[in-house]
């Protein structure tokens, strides 16, 4: 299993970025699709979720800003942030809990990251 993230760049604050990751492999099933960032120094924290039902959650400090969606033919999650700060500054990458075939369990995978600059 391969997750492809892409997306990331240089934007001024107030613009908007749209982040991309893609599963491939041998994926029978896919549950929960979501996106962490993560600054020098400190811990990676989850960013936007979205399960296989279409639920989804946000951190406080992305809320109303990000969105995020799957597109479950595709084995793909988005991020669409608009309104970008500078403090959302990070490399920020996409995990997949998913299930492959010949397994019963569900593992997370992760994708490599994707570098989010904003400047002021």
């Known amino acids: 299993v391969q997750l492809q993230a892409s997306g990331g760049g240089l934007v001024q604050a107030g613009g908007s970025l749209r982040l991309s990751c893609v599963a491939s492999?041998?994926?029978?099933?896919?549950?929960?699709m979501g996106w962490y960032r993560q600054v020098p120094g400190k811990q990676r924290e989850l960013v936007a979720a979205?399960?296989?039902?279409?639920?989804?959650n946000y951190a406080g400090s992305v809320e109303g800003r990000f969105t995020i969606s799957r597109d479950n033919a595709k084995n793909t999650v988005l991020l669409q942030m608009n309104n970008l700060k500078p403090e959302d500054t990070a490399v920020y990458y996409c995990q997949i809990n998913l299930q492959t075939y010949g397994r019963t369990w569900y593992t997370n995978y992760w994708g490599q990251g994707t570098q989010v600059t904003v400047s002021s």
């Open positions: 492999g041998n994926i029978f099933s896919i549950n929960v």
């Open positions: 979205v399960t296989s039902s279409g639920s989804t």
